[in-house]
T-cell receptor
Framework: DAGVIQSPRHEVTEMGQEVTLRCKPI?????LFWYRQTMMRGLELLIY????????DSGMPEDRFSAKMPNASFSTLKIQPSEPRDSAVYFC?????????????FGDGTRLSIL | DQQVKQNSPSLSVQEGRISILNCDYT??????FLWYKKYPAEGPTFLIS?????DKNEDGRFTVFLNKSAKHLSLHIVPSQPGDSAVYFC????????????FGKGTTLSVSS
């Protein structure tokens, strides 16, 4: 079975540009999570969706960040305009929703560098 | 304020010996605890979990112990192998499937042969 797929794997862009990160969750998983990893703060939750509906976006750092999940098989995380301090590794994860707790499965991340 | 803490940034162990990674938490509402392993340039991979109603869970060489009164959990790897060298993250959740995880900052384990 295919795991969580993220694209691009690497993104280098100049400050002020729009950045769009993409995620395809595991088929049948109705919960999708976006995390960011930095040296200072470790792995922190940005936002998560259940059944395509945003449940908690309190981790989104600023209005420059937005996330969408138009259908069960696709999500985007957008940064506009991007700033150097947004440089980090962004992970997407998915899991089943409801019932007995099950672990989240992570993609391999997008390494974002804002110059 | 960190709700999940891994106070040791790194740990070095010889092959064949036991590795013990520790994790402390502050939120009494957490009811599931997980350990993830991460290699460079890859995403975290689920390793083992434990429910708050248990105090031990074992899977092959990996055992997780939970001490609720101390709000402490640990991961034991016996015997340690060079392939176990990675960053280990402790994570916790309060709720059923589909709720977010709170992660510790990780411990880098190095197993030398």
């Amino acid at each position: 079975d295919a795991g969580v797929i993220q694209s691009p794997r690497h993104e280098v862009t100049e400050m002020g540009q729009e950045v769009t990160l993409r995620c395809k969750p595991i088929s049948g998983h109705n919960s999708l999570f976006w995390y960011r990893q930095t040296m200072m703060r470790g792995l922190e939750l940005l936002i998560y969706f259940n059944n395509n509906v945003p449940i908690d976006d309190s981790g989104m750092p600023e209005d420059r960040f937005s996330a969408k999940m138009p259908n069960a098989s696709f999500s985007t995380l957008k940064i506009q305009p991007s700033e150097p301090r947004d440089s980090a590794v962004y992970f997407c994860a998915s899991s089943p929703t409801g019932g007995i707790f099950q672990p989240q499965h992570f993609g391999d991340g997008t390494r974002l560098s804002i110059l | 304020d960190q709700q999940v803490k891994q106070n040791s940034p790194s740990l070095s162990v010889q092959e064949g010996r036991i590795s013990i990674l520790n994790c402390d938490y502050t939120n009494s509402m957490f009811d599931y605890f997980l350990w993830y392993k991460k290699y460079p340039a890859e995403g975290p991979t689920f390793l083992i979990s434990i429910s708050s109603i248990k105090d031990k869970n074992e899977d092959g060489r990996f055992t997780v112990f939970l001490n609720k009164s101390a709000k402490h959990l640990s991961l034991h790897i016996v015997p340690s192998q060079p392939g176990d060298s990675a960053v280990y993250f402790c994570a916790a959740s309060a709720g059923q499937a589909g709720t977010a995880l709170i992660f510790g900052k990780g411990t880098t384990l190095s197993v030398s042969s």
